[in-house]
């Protein structure tokens, strides 16, 4: 298993740096290779130096904390639309006010519980998520509605609830929430930013569950 202790050592060695998106701000994580290369040596898990792969020096990695998960924890995500100008915003969510939020969706595809999914499914999004890979997996895209919620506050207008859909990214929010992440990245377009912030925002103090320190 590999443990956080390490994740924790491998931050110590890189740089942070912090980004302010509109009204929230997303904190970016830049690793090198040689980091990745020094964290593996140091925690006996010697790298493939043939597949290998430095990501671009503009690249940035979010590190999410895996709580309940056997074969590693933690996962590594980067961007949908890392290209200046992209008018897309990364939020970090509480993960149970997410999957709320995409269980509403009435319009897109559901996934069921990951204990539902047929076991090729469960290997491949585990494998595909693995950060052993030299590739590094894009963060769930997904974009957010409102609508009346039931009852009579509904009825008037008082109580909204949100609705998310999964434009990309389904299969590993789900299998992260499965595996114990209480908090990750989504990338939104940002005139949804705001509401995805207002219906689903991490507490806070989730920094230390989502994996940066």
Not at 94 to 111: G, H, P, S
Not at 142 to 160: C, M, P, Q, Y
Request: with cysteine.
């Amino acid at each position: 298993m590999k443990s956080d202790y390490g994740v924790k050592a491998l931050y110590s060695i890189v740089l942070f740096s912090s980004e302010n998106e509109g009204a929230g701000s997303s904190r970016e994580v830049r690793c090198s290779a040689l980091s990745h290369v020094i964290f593996r040596w140091c925690f006996g898990m010697k790298p493939n130096m043939d597949t290998m792969v430095a990501p671009t020096a503009a690249e940035a990695v979010w590190i999410v904390r895996l709580r309940s998960h056997p074969q590693y924890d933690f996962v590594r995500l980067k961007r949908v639309f890392a290209e200046p100008g992209s008018r897309h915003q990364v939020v970090l969510v509480d993960v149970r006010r997410l999957l709320q939020c995409a269980d509403r969706d009435d319009t897109d595809y559901v996934l069921k519980a990951v204990d539902d999914w047929h076991a090729g499914k469960v290997r491949g999004i585990r494998e595909f998520l693995d950060p052993d890979n030299p590739r590094v997996p894009e963060m769930p895209y997904v974009t957010i509605s409102v609508r009346r919620a039931e009852g009579l506050l509904g009825l008037i207008g008082v109580h909204r609830q949100g609705v998310v859909a999964f434009r990309n990214g389904q299969h590993r929010a789900r299998y992260m929430a499965h595996a114990g992440a209480l908090c990750m990245p989504v990338e939104v377009h940002e005139r949804e930013a705001d509401l995805l912030r207002a219906m689903c925002a991490a507490p806070g103090d989730a920094v230390a569950e989502y994996g940066e320190v």
